[in-house]
Structure formats: structure tokens, C-alpha cells
């Protein structure tokens, strides 16, 4: 994944896109000071980090949950 984001970046920035929406997540690693392998999280983390050194016109969002959640590991349930 991070080698394909980086790639994603460098092609955004040669074709010149005004407006990049980027789905990040923070980088664990680093907040945990390597405690725990999250590699998921962090390659985003570091393919957001790339995007900003190359100054793209971007927009980062950071969910953490996501509302098909609700369909899966939070199903609603009907209390009695």
C-alpha cells in the first residue's frame, strides 16, 4: 500500500490536481514508539506525510470509524 500511495502522490503532483481527498489514519508506530505493528495505520500516516512534502493541494481525513460498521461489529439490536 505505501508503495502505491507514494506512486498515487507523484502522480497527482505531475498532473497537476487541484483538488486531492486522501483517507489517512495516524501513524502508530510512531505513537507508540514501536510498541506495536499496525501497518495498515502507519503506511497511511507516511503516505500522508509524503503527500505533504510534496505540498499537494490535499485534503486529509482521518476516520477511524466508519458507518458499514454499523452493519457488521456494531449491529443494532432491538432491546426488550
Known sequence: ???HGKNINQ???VAGVKHYIFSSLV???KIAHKKWDVPHFTDKAQIEE???E???DAVF???AFFMQNFNTFFKPQ???
Open 27 to 29: 501513524n502508530v508506530e
Open 1 to 3: 500500500e505505501l508503495e
Open 54 to 56: 510534496l505540498e499537494l
Open 50 to 52: 509524503h503527500a505533504r
Open 11 to 13: 502522480a497527482v503532483k
Open 61 to 63: 481525513l482521518a476516520p
Open 78 to 80: 432491538v432491546l426488550e
